[in-house]
């Protein structure tokens, strides 16, 4: 699985932005897909992953309320809403995929990572 994550950019605190993680492959959806982020300066944290077919989303506390995990499996493509965004959230987002997981936020549980997309938020 090839994954390609876009949709990053600058916004002011309060905004808005949509992350796209656009993955190659016939079976994209038996994969568990996740989000992560590092900051600079910081290790990567957790911030949402869904399951297969989407039935089951996962979210960090720091983001649960503000952010959206979902999945098109017709478009090989997860996305990641995030609103009201705060300058803590400035990171690299990066976008992760694994066949199956015991712990989705376990960053060491993913097989497959795409490049990352920068999002900075302004205070």
């Known amino acids: 699985v090839q994954l390609q994550a876009s949709g990053g950019g600058l916004v002011q605190a309060g905004g808005s932005l949509r992350l796209s993680c656009a993955a190659s492959?016939?079976?994209?959806?038996?994969?568990?897909i996740g989000w992560f982020r590092q900051a600079p300066g910081k290790e990567r944290e957790f911030v949402a992953a869904?399951?297969?077919?989407?039935?089951?989303?996962y979210y960090a506390d720091s983001v649960k309320g503000r952010f959206s995990i979902s999945r098109d499996n017709a478009k090989n493509t997860v996305y990641l809403q995030m609103n009201t965004l705060k300058p803590e959230d400035t990171a690299v987002y990066y976008c992760?995929?694994?066949?199956?997981?015991?712990?989705?936020?376990?960053?060491?549980?993913?097989?497959?990572w795409g490049q990352g997309t920068q999002v900075t938020v302004s205070s």
């Open positions: 992760a995929a694994a066949a199956s997981v015991y712990r989705a936020a376990g960053e060491d549980e993913y097989d497959y």
């Open positions: 492959g016939r079976t994209f959806s038996s994969y568990v």
């Open positions: 869904i399951r297969r077919y989407g039935t089951i989303p």
